[in-house]
């Protein structure tokens, strides 16, 4: 079974970002990044179907010349190959998705695995693009994935607010991770080491030649409004309780 | 200022990684993630049980630290001595004892089987001890010889074709853990050499000391061996006197030399960070000139300890690196790493005497980083031998 999964880099959740001073993205200075959470899951997933039923698991990233640092971190989880779509443009979610649809494309496989979201800019689009601009059947938020290889179906568990779905659909299909699928492994030190040998293929994104242009822009980034001083009441607490429901109520119009 | 700039900043301030190549990041990253999720949050509650958490051994061994830079073919990865020196720096950044188990088993033990092994014995022990399926302690010290190893007194006597063994060991990391131990012990005509002894044989015997206030996380063991026959093909066959058990201290000792990198950097950011958010008489305790002093002075001895790691690592990496400048090393670093612990310590006011942090854990382990792999004083008799060739012991 040959199975792809996309990997977006993101800044670490640790990272405090600073707005770029145009408004229109972030610094990227100082940045740690790493890969998104939910793509881990998606790694992590293929490398175990791969283990139980064989095959080969190829890495298929985009952006600029930092991110071949997430895809050695991949390739250190146990991922075969790599294809990385160089870039440094800005790329809005269906540019990520045709670019990465077209490389999917002429890789061939059958399965796409990849992240629910990217937890920087939360459009989770793209594994959904992905499966439109490929014509395949797609599956995502999903919490247990199961391979049928004699049927060449899929059975998944999708979280759903309050219940769980399970669907069943043919393959190649995309399938997009939750966290709680597994418990993605860490990069080993071996694995670090023959990852050195494992073939990264780069190819331009400008080498495409789609038609990439954004659909949606950004028109302004900004901080959340500072956090207002704190009210301390004091007096009696017979007092400062009512005054407390008061501004409650009136004020924050919690209660 | 955030806790990951300042962390950041405390950890590197002046930009070191920015030397690193791809490998040296990776190995750096991995361990530290590996260390930050599976150690870190238990490190005090471990260190607090006085043993070593047992079942970290089969994750180290898939983590890749046992032997990572002997051959693949013996189960290592080829691991560069930048890259091992990180790695063993993000041990120790989670504790001393953790740091001390991969010592002990790669420097120590798979050091000495790869170094005076036979084909024979490397192909039976390393490929196993690299995948934690045997674990290896190393027997130089004995109770009435340390800095001295040459005064030991454990003997190994011809008698047909085996060697019998006796003697007491002491000190001896992972010597309860063990299922083989390189013992070190003087033949008929008093030449140090080294054997293989599989723990279970018949007159081997390891009692835990757990009356460490020093090291609780790592077992300690005393080794007593009475008669223990073992055939002469368990003996390593290259090892001809004091120097080998010597060479594989230098190798140990390179591995303090980082590691203990790792734990004062643990302490220093640590403390700051505390000083940040404690306030005193109004204000921040870190807005008070005497802890910024402590602060800046911490810093900078960390910086001389980073300094002298990687420049070591190249002298490594390039086949120069002597024993002398080993010692100068272990002895700076050993010493700096406890100055520092010690310090935040005292920054963390009462809660620095508390596990809940870090600080007293590290200092406390610290002090026999210290001393083992020889004391800061015989390091100074090290290179001062080296310096002006004179022996002074
Ligand atoms: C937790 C722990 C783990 C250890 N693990 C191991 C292990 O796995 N394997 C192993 O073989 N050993 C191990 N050791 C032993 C360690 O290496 C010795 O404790 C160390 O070498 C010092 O020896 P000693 O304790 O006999 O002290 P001594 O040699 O008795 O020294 C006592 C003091 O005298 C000083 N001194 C000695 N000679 C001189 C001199 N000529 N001039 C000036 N001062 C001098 C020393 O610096 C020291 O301060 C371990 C020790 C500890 C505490």
């Given at each position: 079974m040959k199975i792809l999964v996309t990997v977006k880099q993101v800044p670490d959740t640790a990272t405090k970002i600073q707005i770029r001073a145009d408004g229109q993205g972030i610094q990227e200075d100082g940045i740690k990044w790493v890969i998104n959470p939910y793509d881990e899951f998606a790694i992590e997933e293929a490398l175990r179907i791969k283990e139980k039923q064989g095959g080969e698991v190829v890495i298929v990233a985009l952006g600029p010349s930092r991110v071949e640092e997430a895809v050695r971190q991949s390739l250190a989880m146990g991922a075969d190959r790599a294809v990385v779509i160089s870039t440094d443009a800005a790329v809005d979610p269906a540019a990520a998705a045709t670019a990465l649809a077209a490389v999917c494309g002429e890789e061939g496989f059958d399965l796409i695995l990849t992240g629910k979201q990217a937890v920087d800019d939360d459009s989770a689009q793209v594994g959904p693009m992905i499966a439109a601009n490929l014509g395949l059947p797609q599956v995502t938020v999903v919490l247990k994935l199961e391979v049928d290889e004699a049927g060449h179906r899929l059975r998944a568990e999708r979280e759903l607010e309050g219940a769980t779905e399970i669907v069943e659909l043919p393959y190649p299909a995309v399938v997009t991770a939750q966290r709680g699928l597994n418990e993605p492994r860490y990069p080993t030190l071996p694995n670090i080491m023959k990852a050195k040998k494992k073939e990264v293929r780069r190819v331009s994104m400008d080498s495409l030649s789609l038609a990439l242009d954004p659909r949606v822009t950004v028109n302004r980034l900004f901080a959340p409004p500072e956090r207002p001083e704190p009210t301390i009441l004091s007096g009696e607490p017979e007092e400062t309780a009512k005054e407390l429901v008061r501004l409650l109520h009136s004020e924050a119009k919690v209660l | 200022m955030d806790i990951q700039n300042t962390t950041e900043k405390l950890e590197d301030f002046y930009q070191l990684q920015d030397l690193w190549t791809e490998e040296e990041t990776d190995v750096k990253n991995a361990v530290r993630r590996f260390v930050d999720r599976e150690v870190i949050p238990h490190a005090g509650e471990w260190w607090q049980q006085g043993e070593f958490p047992a079942h970290l051994i089969p994750m180290l061994a898939e983590l890749g630290v046992f032997g990572p830079t002997l051959p693949e073919a013996y189960g290592g990865s080829g691991l560069s001595p930048l890259a091992y020196g990180l790695m063993m720096q993000e041990l120790e950044r989670g504790d001393s004892g953790l740091r001390s188990f991969a010592s002990v088993q790669s420097g120590l033990a798979m050091h000495a089987i790869y170094r005076y092994g036979s084909e024979e014995q490397k192909q039976e022990y390393l490929p196993r001890m690299a995948k934690g399926e045997i674990i290896g302690c190393f027997g130089l010290t004995e109770p009435d010889a340390g800095s001295d190893p040459a005064a030991m007194i454990t003997r190994a006597s011809e008698e047909g074709d085996s060697y019998v063994i006796s003697g007491a060991k002491r000190w001896i990391t992972n010597g309860h853990l063990a299922?083989?131990?390189?013992?070190?012990?003087?033949?008929?005509?008093?030449?140090?050499?080294?054997?293989?002894?599989?723990?279970?044989?018949?007159?081997?015997?390891?009692?835990?000391?757990?009356?460490?206030?020093?090291?609780?996380?790592?077992?300690?063991?005393?080794?007593?061996?009475?008669?223990?026959?073992?055939?002469?093909?368990?003996?390593?066959?290259?090892?001809?006197?004091?120097?080998?058990?010597?060479?594989?201290?230098?190798?140990?000792?390179?591995?303090?030399?980082?590691?203990?990198?790792?734990?004062?950097?643990?302490?220093?950011?640590?403390?700051?960070?505390?000083?940040?958010?404690?306030?005193?008489?109004?204000?921040?305790?870190?807005?008070?000139?005497?802890?910024?002093?402590?602060?800046?002075?911490?810093?900078?001895?960390?910086?001389?300890?980073?300094?002298?790691?990687?420049?070591?690592?190249?002298?490594?990496?390039?086949?120069?690196?002597?024993?002398?400048?080993?010692?100068?090393?272990k002895r700076h670093n050993a010493r700096a790493a406890l100055e520092i612990a010690r310090m935040a310590r005292?920054?963390?006011?009462?809660?620095?005497?508390?596990?809940?942090?870090?600080?007293?854990?590290?200092?406390?382990?610290?002090?026999?980083?210290?001393?083992?792999?020889?004391?800061?004083?015989?390091?100074?008799?090290?290179?001062?031998?080296?310096?002006?060739?004179?022996?002074?012991?």
């Open positions: - | 299922q083989v131990a390189v013992v070190w012990a003087k033949d008929d005509a008093g030449i140090v050499r080294g054997f293989l002894v599989p723990t279970q044989l018949p007159g081997f015997h390891a009692t835990p000391i757990h009356t460490k206030a020093s090291m609780r996380m790592s077992a300690t063991s005393e080794l007593y061996l009475d008669r223990v026959r073992v055939p002469k093909s368990f003996q390593l066959p290259e090892a001809h006197g004091l120097g080998a058990p010597l060479n594989c201290l230098t190798q140990a000792r390179y591995g303090i030399v980082w590691g203990t990198v790792g734990a004062a950097m643990d302490a220093l950011v640590e403390a700051s960070l505390y000083a940040k958010t404690r306030t005193a008489f109004g204000r921040p305790i870190a807005a008070k000139q005497l802890v910024q002093s402590h602060i800046v002075g911490m810093e900078t001895r960390l910086l001389n300890m980073q300094l002298m790691a990687r420049q070591l690592g190249q002298l490594y990496l390039g086949g120069t690196m002597r024993y002398a400048q080993v010692s100068m090393a005292e920054i963390l006011g009462g809660n620095g005497i508390s596990t809940d942090y870090h600080a007293i854990r590290h200092m406390a382990n610290l002090e026999t980083v210290d001393t083992y792999e020889g004391t800061y004083e015989i390091h100074t008799l090290i290179v001062g031998r080296d310096l002006l060739g004179e022996a002074a012991f």
